[in-house]
């Protein structure tokens, strides 16, 4: 099993910044793809970015320029540098691991976070 643990949201004023932060711990023999998504009230949880283990990076038209994806591979985290915060940006923040193997050559698992709030305010 692996738990993810998110920290780093909070309240901004437009234009300001934040750092969100996911930790993988549990038993595992590797994590490929570790991403953000996020969930506005009454919308659906939309794919914010994504990194794979050797580092190739997706964003979403709306956050590129803005936001920035890295990881630790070492240290099993992930991390969502989120710069130019628009009022829009308003949301639940949730971390997600997927084609995680528990043990090598077992089947592939997915994983969520329990969220976190960044609220942008105009």
């Known amino acids: 099993q692996v738990q993810l643990v998110e920290s780093g949201g909070g309240l901004v004023q437009a234009g300001g910044s934040l750092r969100l932060s996911c930790a993988a711990s549990?038993?595992?023999?590797?994590?490929?793809?570790m991403a953000w998504y996020r969930q506005a009230p009454g919308e659906q949880r939309e794919l914010v970015a994504s990194i794979t283990s050797p580092g190739d990076t997706t964003y979403a038209d709306s956050v590129k320029g803005r936001f920035t994806i890295s990881r630790v591979n070492a240290k099993n985290t992930v991390y969502l540098q989120m710069d130019s915060l628009k009022p829009e940006d308003t949301a639940v923040y949730y971390c997600?691991?997927?084609?995680?193997?528990?043990?090598?050559?077992?089947?592939?698992?997915?994983?969520w976070g329990q969220g976190t709030q960044v609220t942008v305010s105009s």
């Open positions: 549990g038993s595992f023999s590797s994590i490929n793809v």
């Open positions: 997600y691991t997927s084609r995680v193997y528990l043990r090598v050559g077992g089947p592939e698992h997915v994983y």
